[in-house]
C-alpha cells in the first residue's frame, strides 16, 4: 500500500499549481501551472480521492472521478496532488517543503 503525504491544506489557503496536464500531457482546462490559487473547499470523495475547489475558477462542469468512475455537473474540483501550499514569510511567498504527517480529509 502506499500512502501519499501532503501538506494539510484548507479554505483560504494559498497553493501554486504544480501540475496542470491530464494522463495524456494535455493541459486541464482553468488551471495553469505555476499560477497561485486560493483553496475555497478541500473534500474528500466517496472513494477516497482527495480534491481541492479553487475560489479563481467559478465554472460548472462534468466532472469525473477516475477511481470510482462517476460523472457529476458541479462546480470543477482538482486533485489536491496537482498543488502545493505556499506560505507567506516576509512579502515572500515559499512552496512549502515535504511534509511528514499525513492528514485524513473529511
Not at 491530464?22 to 482546462?29: A, G, K, Q, S, W
Not at 497561485?36 to 472521478?65: D, P
Not at 455537473?73 to 515572500?92: G, K, S, T, V, W
Request: hydrophobic share 40%; net charge neutral; glycine share 4%.
Amino acid at each position: 500500500m502506499i500512502i501519499l503525504k501532503f501538506p494539510i491544506m484548507k479554505p483560504g489557503d494559498k497553493a501554486i499549481c504544480i501540475n496542470d496536464n491530464n494522463l495524456y500531457e494535455i493541459p486541464v482546462r482553468s488551471i495553469c501551472k505555476g499560477l497561485i490559487y486560493t483553496i475555497s473547499e478541500v473534500f474528500k470523495c466517496k472513494c477516497g480521492n482527495v480534491y481541492v475547489r479553487l475560489a479563481e475558477v467559478n465554472k460548472v462542469f462534468n466532472m469525473w472521478c477516475p477511481k470510482c468512475n462517476t460523472f457529476e455537473d458541479c462546480p470543477m474540483y482538482f486533485h489536491i496532488e496537482r498543488f502545493r501550499l505556499l506560505e507567506e514569510a516576509e512579502n515572500q511567498l515559499e512552496v512549502i517543503g515535504k511534509q511528514e504527517v499525513y492528514q485524513d480529509y473529511k
